[in-house]
């Protein structure tokens, strides 16, 4: 799988889940190079959402192998009763290997941090905080070492760089308002605020653009690059909305009912037919 | 929030404050015995003031865990049990546990941590008084670590559920708990359905001189320092890192996981501590009652701290205080008049008879519940470091 020249952050391999009989992603294989910008499209009910939530953990794909930095991250096959009912392909491949189903927590603690695509802030807590309590993940002290406040410096580090994180979003002036006063679109860079707290090394957005207009779709384009500059990141997206797409991307896969319909440079998928037609369907003259 | 560096000194100062009060307020009569009777140490304003003082403990603790990380969890009266019976078979001294167990043929665990100081320290005067107090403070907290322990082990099965289903189980495992420590087997240890007494009480704190006359009353104030200590740690971990992270579930569980926080082992740390403090108010209640009993701990006893939650408002402390005093005001002094026969001049005012003062509690509650559902505090708190005027955080004692 792909030219070893490049180092991949991520590489997902035949993954495929399968939910009752339906086939959410199927077989689908795909690599992210590091500091890349990376774009998963597919049009509504693709399997985009679904195969973010197999890489995040919150689901365990029912076959297929998830490599993080060069290291498997995931690993699954069907077995028993999910193999009689399976539809996918593959199925015996990582029969013999271990099964490793890590939790979110543990992937994200491998640095893999994600925004969701309905914004789930915490909403009983102020912009500050929200940023504050992701870096509780990292911080070194035990419950009683924060109750009997031993370890002040560690604190004061925390809220530092928390604040430090947020001047650079250009969060700092809202820093005492409650996280879902905000309008939208800063609603959606304070989760990119709290998905980079986690100190990440790929940021996986899920439709960043979604709801924002023009202009805020344009200064995202720009923030996301400029993040992946600052934070040596890798960035592996989804979207919907073209204009971002295209113009941020470096590579773009294209899904569509769960698998890979197409792969390429921005300009080679703007022109791929298979493209055109899951998105605008075919036309009846044809 | 965001300054580090937080002049504490005005919370500080307010909490020895209150404490001082505390002393001043029991032992005021018997410097000026003309003072009105309510100051006695024996009138309602006592009872109800050290019964809040063991029941704020527990309505924060269920806090903490109900409002802070949103378990909502109906076990809190089951680990008071575990820390009430803890608390009195440790300290119950040797030689009255073959009076208290009488039925049993004396009791099958005959350590007690005050005789074991006596034995160290000596058993009269001053010693016997460090021997006491050391005693007494040892059971308490190991009495928070065995209600801590149960809520481990129990963690484990019971936490995976969600909302209404941990609350029957924690629920469930309370009237267990409660079934298990009435049962005649185990009477050796649990003394069965009887009480266990003899332990040292609130009273027992009191300083007295050679002829046993009381010469400076600390009952009321025994309870208000440790559950002041109590509340103070937990406020303490609120303000922390985990204490956000707690926050962080019970806003979005699935944005905290995402996040790095591990869902298991917070929830599992905030139910331990919520239990080691309801363990330890356990304790304080057997204090205070004087005996330790199953048959008190009913799942009644859950609501009635639930209540208090409620009206006091879920995720905040300062909420919690407040309405537990205004709560066991209320039922044991204010409404008590309900429940007598009332003559206005020579008129007899209808309907109040024994058992009223439940009707009116009811309706209070309901109205309460109806149109201030978010409690008297919501999910603020009291800051006392920006009060001016010093305004005691437990005001609802007057």
New interface residues.
């Given amino acids: 799988m792909g030219e070893q020249a490049v180092k991949n952050a991520l590489h997902i391999e035949n993954v495929t889940m399968q939910f009752g009989g339906v086939v959410s992603v199927n077989n689908l294989t795909l690599d992210v190079p590091e500091h890349k910008i990376i774009a998963l499209i597919g049009p509504n009910g693709a399997g985009k959402t679904t195969a973010f939530n197999c890489i995040t953990g919150v689901y365990q794909p029912t076959n297929g192998l998830i490599e993080f930095m060069g290291k498997p991250m995931v690993r699954n096959f069907p077995k028993g009763k999910i193999l009689k009912n399976y539809l996918g392909e593959n199925a015996g491949k990582y029969k013999d290997l271990p099964v490793i189903a890590p939790t979110p927590d543990e992937i994200t603690f491998l640095g893999i941090a994600r925004t969701f695509q309905n914004i789930r802030l915490w909403k009983s807590m102020t912009v500050f905080e929200n940023v504050l309590t992701a870096k509780h993940m990292r911080a070194k002290q035990n419950v009683f070492s924060a109750t009997f406040r031993g370890n002040l410096s560690e604190e004061k580090r925390m809220r530092e760089e928390t604040m430090a994180l947020l001047s650079e979003q250009g969060l700092d002036e809202y820093k005492d308002e409650l996280a879902t006063s905000l309008p939208y679109g800063l609603q959606r860079r304070l989760e990119i605020a709290r998905a980079l707290a986690t100190d990440p090394k790929l940021l996986l957005l899920d439709e960043p653009a979604a709801g924002m207009n023009p202009q805020e779709t344009l200064e995202l384009a720009d923030f996301v690059r400029t993040i992946r500059e600052k934070y040596d990141l890798t960035v592996f997206l989804i979207e919907h909305h073209m204009d971002l797409v295209m113009n941020i991307s470096d590579y773009i896969y294209v899904i569509d009912f769960g698998s890979e319909i197409a792969r390429g440079l921005p300009q080679e998928i703007q022109s791929n037919e298979k493209v055109i037609e899951a998105y605008l369907g075919v036309s009846d003259e044809k | ?2 300054t ?1 560096k937080k002049n504490n000194l005005p919370t500080i100062l307010v909490i020895a404050g209150l404490l001082i009060f505390v002393i001043i307020l029991e032992n005021i009569r018997s410097v000026f015995p003309f003072l009105p009777q309510i100051f006695d140490p024996m009138s309602p304003l006592f009872t109800v003031l050290k019964k809040a003082a063991v029941y704020s403990l527990v309505a924060v603790s269920m806090n903490l865990l109900n409002g802070f990380t949103g378990l909502f969890s109906l076990g809190q009266a089951g680990f008071m049990l575990l820390g009430a019976y803890t608390y009195a078979i440790l300290t119950v001294p040797a030689e009255l546990k073959d009076q208290v167990y009488y039925l049993f043929g004396g009791c099958a665990f005959q350590f007690s941590f005050v005789d074991f100081f006596k034995g160290i320290f000596g058993a009269t005067g001053v010693p016997g008084a460090i021997s006491m107090v050391l005693g007494c403070l040892i059971a308490l907290i190991l009495a928070g670590c065995v209600a801590g322990f149960f809520a481990f082990l129990i963690g484990f099965p019971v936490l995976r559920l969600k909302s209404d289903y941990l609350a029957i189980a924690t629920l469930g495992f309370a009237e267990i708990l409660r079934a298990i420590f009435q049962w005649q087997r185990l009477g050796p240890i649990t003394n069965g359905a009887n009480m266990i007494k003899g332990f040292p009480t609130f009273s027992s704190f009191n300083i007295t001189d050679g002829s046993g006359r009381v010469v400076l009353q600390l009952s009321t104030f025994v309870p208000f320092l440790i559950t002041t200590v109590c509340v103070v ?1 937990i406020v ?2 609120i303000n ?3 204490g ?2 707690f ?2 579930i ?3 569980e ?10 298991f082992s917070h929830k599992m ?1 905030s139910f331990v ?1 919520s239990s080691f403090f309801a363990g330890v108010g356990g304790g304080l209640f057997a204090m205070y009652v004087a005996n330790a009993q199953a048959k008190a701990f009913t799942s009644t006893m859950t609501y009635e701290i639930l209540l208090i939650v409620v009206i006091g408002g879920i ?1 905040s402390v300062s909420g919690s205080i407040i309405a537990t005093f205004l709560y066991v005001a209320c039922s044991e002094w204010w409404l008590r008049f309900l429940d007598s026969e009332q003559y206005i001049g020579g008129f007899k005012v209808p309907l109040l008879r024994n058992g009223f003062r439940m009707v009116v509690f009811s309706v209070v509650i309901m109205i309460i519940v109806l149109f201030f559902s978010k409690g008297i505090m919501g ?1 603020r708190e009291i800051d006392l470091n920006s009060l001016f005027v010093k305004k005691d955080k437990k005001k609802g004692q007057k």
């Fill in positions: 929030m965001t580090t740690i303490l971990l922390s890192s985990y956000r992270a926050k962080s019970r806003d979005d699935i944005a905290s996981e995402a996040m790095g926080i591990k869902l740390l501590i995720g999910s």
